[in-house]
């Protein structure tokens, strides 16, 4: 058990050092202001119409950070302080989240993956923490339950990895916009690229983890299988 703590303590002060400075970054860049002074919903709504896209309606949300893009809906959801606000951090936000519907009007195939995905996830995550914790209790009696324990967890896991190009592709989209549309000059495009790379690395650290903490519970599941 000592070495399944180790990993999570390891994984869980990168994540913690990680998110420290992305809140560091987007602090430091909420202060920064773009040159045509446009706030994170102008940004948004031309990004999509730039897209030929249409349909898809930018809203406020409550929260901090919480920005996200819902496609049962069609909407870019934009925290308040992203919403409102004409920073080089809310410039990057909007148009990060723009990506994502980029990504779904032109069918892009790892988003099509991870949204095929999310109702394996949802119901994985309900379920799997209980059904490895009786797991790795009986897993010299009864280890066929660590083991689907094990298969609901690769499930997340493969999600995590499945999220990885989806979230590096909408940000790849949104700094070539911002470039190309001169929402940023030179000096605020490579903020703004800064930004999104940190907020990129949590999706790295996460999907990591959760692969070292799979390999963890298979080799649980083998130490027991053999006793």
Not at 40 to 59: H, W
Not at 115 to 141: E, R
Not at 179 to 190: D, K, M, P, V, W
């Amino acid at each position: 058990m000592l070495i399944g703590y180790v990993i999570f303590g390891v994984f869980a002060l990168i994540s913690w050092l990680i998110s420290n400075n992305l809140k560091s970054k987007f602090e430091r860049y909420s202060k920064i202001r773009v040159p045509n002074g446009m706030t994170g919903k102008d940004v948004a709504e031309r990004m999509l119409r730039d897209s030929g896209i249409y349909d898809v309606t930018v809203i406020s949300t409550n929260g901090h950070l919480t920005d996200h893009y819902n496609p049962l809906t069609k909407t870019v959801n934009l925290s308040e302080n992203v919403y409102g606000s004409n920073s080089v951090a809310a410039a990057a936000i909007a148009a990060h989240e723009c990506g994502h519907a980029v990504q779904h009007a032109f069918a892009y195939t790892p988003l099509k993956m991870r949204s095929a995905l999310v109702p394996v996830v949802s119901f994985a995550s309900n379920w799997m923490q209980w059904i490895l914790l009786g797991g790795i209790i009986f897993v010299n009696s009864f280890p066929q339950l660590l083991l689907a324990g094990i298969v609901l967890f690769a499930t997340t896991t493969l999600f995590s990895f499945v999220t990885l190009p989806v979230e590096i592709d909408a940000s790849r989209r949104a700094l070539a916009w911002l470039n190309g549309a001169g929402i940023t000059n030179y000096e605020t495009h490579e903020q703004a690229k800064d930004a999104l790379k940190t907020a990129a690395y949590t999706y790295v650290v996460a999907a990591l983890g959760s692969l070292a903490t799979l390999v963890y519970y298979i080799m649980i599941f083998l130490g027991g299988s053999r006793r």
